[in-house]
T-cell receptor, first 118, second 111 residues
């Protein structure tokens, strides 16, 4: 159990276009999902916390109008990178929280999406 | 803010050797997690620790939640080539509901 999928696994786009990445928890319901960004040879940096049915909470320095997050159901969250630019090229990883008592201490990660903006 | 210091940054060992890596924090965590990440993949959960002092094993992997709640270690016994990858510790802070990640330990195993 605790499988999280992401789609697409990689995407190449032109500068100025928008890209949508989907994150699904396949065998459990996730009230909370998280979006991370990882640059080469670096650790994961949390971008935002996505709660089903409410607005996402963004980390300091992350533009909410550029990285649109929608958590439409307990098994699906989407991240849309709007007007992408080359500096947005990165590895984007989502995770879904699975804990007891409303906690999300154990997070299961998706396989990641490699975004390359030309 | 909270920071995790993970060490060593990288290790290059011979197949069959044991490996140890650890994480320390300036503040306490409620939960410690250890993940492994292969190139181009998302992190995979190896071990989750929920109580101070807890010692948990998963095959050849053993991890402990430090008594002070500010540290954790991961041991890998009798390493094999497929252990190659980046290992991350992560602390969960219930006040924020977020995971804080260490910088990662890159493990290379020589057959």
């Amino acid at each position: 159990g605790a499988v999280v999928s992401q789609h697409p696994s990689w995407v190449i786009c032109k500068s100025g276009t928008s890209v949508k990445i989907e994150c699904r928890s396949l065998d459990f319901q996730a009230t909370t999902m998280f979006w991370y960004r990882q640059f080469p040879k670096q650790s994961l940096m949390l971008m935002a916390t996505s709660n089903e049915g409410s607005k996402a909470t963004y980390e300091q320095g992350v533009e909410k109008d550029k990285f649109l997050i929608n958590h439409a159901s307990l098994t699906l969250s989407t991240l849309t990178v709007t007007s992408a630019h080359p500096e947005d090229s990165s590895f984007y990883i989502c995770s879904a929280g699975r804990g007891s008592g409303g906690l999300t201490d154990t997070q299961y990660f998706g396989p990641g999406t490699r975004l390359t903006v030309l | 803010g909270q920071q995790l210091n993970q060490s060593p940054q990288s290790m290059f060992i011979q197949e069959g050797e044991d490996v140890s890596m650890n994480c320390t924090s300036s503040s306490i965590f409620n939960t410690w997690l250890w993940y492994k990440q292969d190139p181009g993949e998302g992190p995979v959960l190896l071990i989750a620790l929920y109580k101070a002092g807890e010692l948990t094993s998963n095959g050849r992997l053993t991890a402990q939640f430090g008594i002070t709640r500010k540290d954790s270690f991961l041991n890998i016994s009798a390493s094999i080539p497929s252990d190659v990858g980046i290992y991350f510790c992560a602390g969960f802070w219930s006040n924020t509901g977020k995971l804080i990640f260490g910088q990662g330990t890159t493990l290379q195993v020589k057959p």
